[in-house]
């Protein structure tokens, strides 16, 4: 499977700022996506990151507060604009390699908390 | 669209006995159930899954099944270790990602193994 490297690991930011976080893999992947994992609660998916073009968010989430990028086949980035305390999370990579398998896989994820 | 429910959300069994986790989804057309352990401090890690074409998979200590007409199916680890103590997601989805096939996650098991 694909290795998933995420940056940074953990942060702890003010609120009013805003943290990029970046997502790296090893290999040409065809989907990534961006997950938001609240403490101690299951997976949210914030939006999927499309190659080339603007990304497909889900419900609940916005491109002002979620910017997202994917320039290429391997990289990624999500920002996490004008912080809050409620934006403390996990904020998680995953990537799709074959889509007709449709196996995700996550990268470690990144530790934010606001304060 | 699709609805995961995952019980219980916390388990604690003794080393070595048996731990069991069930999930039931909604849709029908759902056809690719994996199950992700997430340790402490890490992202989910993908440890089994299972298609629709069968009933039942193992590998090793853990073994999945699925009974397709009740649309539920369920993990099982054998001999549990220490190691095994993590949170434990069932999901839902179809084979062959399109963007109306997004991968459904359950609440989370937090599994802890007593020594």
């Known amino acids: 499977s694909a290795v998933i490297s995420q940056k940074p690991s953990r942060d702890i930011c003010q609120r009013g700022t805003s943290l990029t976080i970046q997502c790296q893999v090893d290999?040409?992947?065809?989907?990534m996506f961006w997950y938001r994992q609240q403490p101690g609660q299951s997976l949210t998916l914030i939006a999927t990151?499309?190659?080339?073009?603007?990304?497909?968010?889900e419900s609940g989430f916005v491109i002002d507060k979620f910017p997202i990028s994917r320039p290429n086949l391997t990289f990624s980035t999500l920002t996490v604009s004008n912080m809050s305390p409620e934006d403390s999370s996990i904020y998680l990579c995953?990537?799709?390699?074959?889509?007709?398998?449709?196996?995700?896989?996550f990268g470690a994820g990144t530790r934010l908390s606001v304060l | 669209g699709e609805n995961v429910e995952q019980h219980p959300s916390t388990l604690s069994v003794q080393e070595g006995d048996s731990a069991v986790i069930k999930c039931t989804y909604s849709?029908?057309?759902?056809?690719?159930f994996p199950w992700y352990k997430q340790e402490l401090g890490k992202g989910p890690q993908l440890i089994i899954d299972?298609?629709?074409?069968?009933g039942e998979k193992k590998d090793q200590r853990i073994a999945v099944t699925l009974n397709k007409t009740a649309k539920h199916f369920s993990l099982h680890i054998t001999e549990t270790q220490p190691e095994d103590s993590a949170v434990y997601f069932c999901?839902?989805?179809?084979?062959?990602?399109?963007?109306?096939?997004?991968?459904?996650f359950g609440s989370g098991t937090r599994l802890s193994i007593r020594p």
């Open positions: 990151a499309n190659q080339g073009s603007e990304a497909t968010y």
């Open positions: 999901a839902a989805t179809l084979k062959g990602y399109s963007s109306a096939s997004k991968i459904i």
């Open positions: 290999s040409q992947v065809t989907m």
């Open positions: 299972i298609r629709s074409n069968v």
């Open positions: 849709d029908s057309a759902s056809n690719y």
């Open positions: 995953s990537v799709v390699e074959e889509l007709a398998k449709n196996i995700q896989y």
